[in-house]
């Protein structure tokens, strides 16, 4: 029988699905091999990488030739695969049911929303050598505090965490979303109080896991403070 391959998994810790899936596989000590993807060299273009995932974009995960696009299907695939806590991914499936409804949402909302923020003040900036519109920046910023505003008074109106008492793949997901704004020195949490809680518990769940895989957007901002 030929022996299993081990785990590889293509990420730009720059982009928020990477360090989500980053973060999983270190916190769970999931065995694997990271196969880094620079987006700002266009390493996510080579003919190489365009075989592997067509749409050229990180995270892709690869288990033992099972390839596989989408941090949230990654997540859900390597929660249900392999032996990691149960309150990742619940199997009760009201409890189960809540994160899908969670990660649902999140890919028309808080990742659009968060991610535009990012790209008007950090990325068009550094293309065009031109500051953010103020305009596009003042909507991009109003449609983030719809999402701001219903995650605190929806997901978190009576629990800690997004989908219940304990951290599942949705605060995952969410919480590496909403602090790429950062990369420009904004905190998009600061005048949230019960959303800032909830990103310091869920730091804390994290442990180090968290301060590791945001390291590059931490040397972003503090490079946009100088
Ligand atoms: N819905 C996908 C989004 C993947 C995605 O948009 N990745 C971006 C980085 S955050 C990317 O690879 N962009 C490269 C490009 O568009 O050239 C997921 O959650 O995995």
């Known amino acids: 029988m030929a022996a299993r391959k081990a785990l590889e998994v293509y990420l730009d810790l720059l982009s928020q699905p990477c360090r989500a899936v980053s973060i999983f596989l270190k916190h769970t000590q999931i065995p694997h091999t ?15 990488f365009s075989q592997l995932n067509p749409m050229q974009k990180v995270p ?34 009201e409890r189960r049911a809540r994160v899908d409804e969670y990660t649902t949402w999140h890919q028309t909302n808080t990742r659009p929303h968060a991610a535009k923020v990012f790209i008007l003040e950090v990325l ?5 050598g031109q500051a953010a519109d103020p305009l596009k920046l003042q ?12 995650l605190e008074s ?10 219940g008492d304990d951290i599942t793949l949705a605060d995952l997901l969410a919480v590496c979303e909403l602090m790429q704004p950062l990369g420009s020195g904004r905190d998009v949490l600061r005048d949230r109080p019960k959303l800032l809680t909830w990103r310091s518990r869920v730091q804390s769940a994290l442990k180090n896991t ?3 895989a945001h390291a590059v957007l931490y040397r972003l901002r503090d490079k946009a403070r100088l």
């Open 154 to 163: 929806m997901f978190l109106k009576r629990q800690p965490f997004l989908c």
């Open 34 to 48: 990271v196969r880094y993807v620079a987006i700002r060299k266009g390493e996510n273009r080579t003919p190489e």
């Open 210 to 212: 968290f301060d590791d």
């Open 60 to 93: 892709v995960m690869v288990d033992n030739g099972f390839v596989l696009t989408e941090s949230d299907a990654i997540l859900k695939y390597l929660a249900n695969s392999y032996d990691v806590a149960e309150h990742w991914y619940p199997r009760d499936p």
């Open 124 to 128: 068009m900036p550094r293309m065009t």
């Open 139 to 150: 909507r991009a910023l109003t449609d983030l505090d719809g999402t701001l505003e219903k």
